[in-house]
């Protein structure tokens, strides 16, 4: 199945009409979800593989997986914003500091 005709914020949903996410754009063979539909204050996109696609209906993606299962095959990758762990202060650090002593960022 071509993945051309998935569009962005189509839905994405599994054989058994579950919502699985929407479409944030496609990358390569993967569509990449949006994170509003991951967990609260996830940083990380997750991502459908191509292959999982079983048709492209008017404005969603039903994948030939039941939602569950499809959610199995997600794999995820960081933000780009938010993907170098060397430039992460850990609050929990941040807070050990004196106000008047704060950490280089």
Known sequence: MTL???KE???VIGA???HVGTVDRVE???IKLTRAD???GA???RFIAGGLVAAVEKDRVRLSANGAVAALFEEEQ???LHSN???RIDEAELESYPASDPPAL
Do not use: F, K, N
Request: hydrophobic share 25%.
């Open 28 to 30: 390569g063979d993967r």
């Open 16 to 18: 058994d009409g579950v």
């Open 85 to 87: 762990a060397d430039e």
């Open 38 to 40: 991951g967990p609260i």
């Open 4 to 6: 051309s005709g998935i």
């Open 43 to 45: 940083t990380l996109h």
């Open 78 to 80: 960081p933000d780009d």
């Open 9 to 11: 914020h189509m839905e």
